[in-house]
């Protein structure tokens, strides 16, 4: 167990719609990442979140945006969703503090999104 | 563009025997690299790392190499157990010694399967 919480784990839902991915931190933690797997791909980085400001930015649509609230968990939310949007998303947390780095990141399960 | 390379999808190997999984990137900047191991239905979990500094690290089983003026390295893993079989993802952090982000690009993955 990682200590990193997502949810949902599995959602299905038709194109056009809208649906957000929620993800606790690692208790501490303050920087949190969102990547996307798809069908045969590597983990693609799409967003990082340190202390509720964004720190860094990947190739995440324009139809994708996320936020890291004050308690530091962060919602990823996906719209006007197409078939290629189906992939797992992961997020992960790391301490991240300014001017310490641990290197590591801690995944969470994931959440499996299916469009359809 | 692919900054992180895995090129073998896959790789069966007998139990008891060596596993070498390999990896190349091609941003020099790159100062810090992982390998994480993922079982299905479950989130990448951290394996061993590398600094730039060093040309090997060592953790029980698992031992990473790196070369980098060839921009290459390596998970060996001895001796290979049925337990293994996973799919494993290189990393790359190009901020491990300074910088506001840790994010982590990450190759495709490859999956080893240890044949009883």
């Known amino acids: 167990d990682s200590g990193v919480t997502q949810t949902p784990k599995h959602l299905i839902t038709a194109t056009g719609q809208r649906v957000t991915l929620r993800c606790s931190p690692r208790s501490g933690d303050l920087s949190v990442y969102w990547y996307q797997q798809s069908l045969d791909q590597g983990l693609q980085f799409l967003i990082q979140y340190y202390n509720g400001e964004e720190r860094a930015k990947g190739n995440i649509l324009e139809r994708f945006s996320a936020q890291q609230f004050p308690d530091l968990h962060s919602e990823l939310n996906l719209s006007s969703l197409e078939l290629g949007d189906s992939a797992l998303y992961f997020c992960?947390?790391?301490?991240?503090?300014?001017?310490?780095?641990?290197?590591?990141?801690?995944f969470g399960e994931g959440s499996r999104l299916t469009v359809l | 563009d692919q900054q992180v390379k895995q090129n073998s999808p896959s790789l069966s190997v007998q139990e008891g025997r060596i596993s070498i999984l390999n990896c190349d990137y091609t941003n020099s900047m790159f100062d810090y690299f992982l390998w994480y191991k993922k079982y299905p239905a479950e989130g990448p979990t951290f394996l061993i790392s590398?600094?730039?500094?060093?040309d090997k690290n060592e953790d029980g089983r698992f031992t990473v190499f790196l070369n980098k003026s060839a921009k290459h390295l390596s998970l060996h893993i001895v001796p290979s157990q049925p337990g293994d079989s996973a799919v494993y993802f290189c990393a790359a952090s190009d901020s491990f010694y300074g910088g506001a982000t840790n994010k982590l690009i990450f190759g495709t993955g490859t999956l080893l399967a240890v044949q009883p």
């Open positions: 992960a947390s790391s301490v991240a503090r300014d001017g310490a780095n641990t290197g590591e990141l801690f």
């Open positions: 590398i600094s730039s500094i060093k």
